[in-house]
């Protein structure tokens, strides 16, 4: 059973920075992929990067470009998403997913959820 644990949201003021992690387990393979995504209030869910396990290539949606940074560490199936610079819009709830085969960016293409972490930037 494929299962996703994240952590590590919180309140920070404009400028600051945070990292989220997602513990990831189930797999028996690195052909998997997983994304970040958030979701403010009355918003849609959004991509925000997405990470291959078994290239570790990477994609950011543009607006998190030069602030934020996905990694894994395969020794502990670990994903983190280290986000500087942080902004009042960055303010969301975030969820990790996880989707066999290669890095997507949209939400319906993952098929594991993670429970979400609320981000709060305060200006």
């Known amino acids: 059973e494929v299962q996703l644990q994240a952590s590590g949201g919180g309140l920070v003021q404009a400028g600051g920075s945070l990292r989220l992690s997602c513990a990831v387990s189930?797999?028996?393979?690195?052909?998997?992929?997983i994304g970040w995504f958030r979701q403010a209030p009355g918003k849609e869910r959004d991509g925000v990067s997405t990470?291959?396990?078994?290239?570790?290539?990477?994609y950011y949606q543009h607006s998190v470009r030069g602030r934020f940074t996905i990694s894994t560490d395969n020794a502990k199936n670990t994903v983190y998403l280290q986000m500087n610079s942080l902004k009042p819009e960055d303010t969301a709830v975030y969820y990790c997913?996880?989707?066999?085969?290669?890095?997507?960016?949209?939400?319906?293409?993952?098929?594991?959820w993670g429970q979400g972490t609320q981000v709060t930037v305060s200006s």
């Open positions: 997913a996880a989707r066999r085969g290669d890095k997507r960016l949209l939400h319906y293409e993952y098929e594991y």
């Open positions: 189930g797999f028996t393979s690195n052909d998997y992929a």
């Open positions: 990470i291959s396990f078994s290239d570790g290539s990477t």
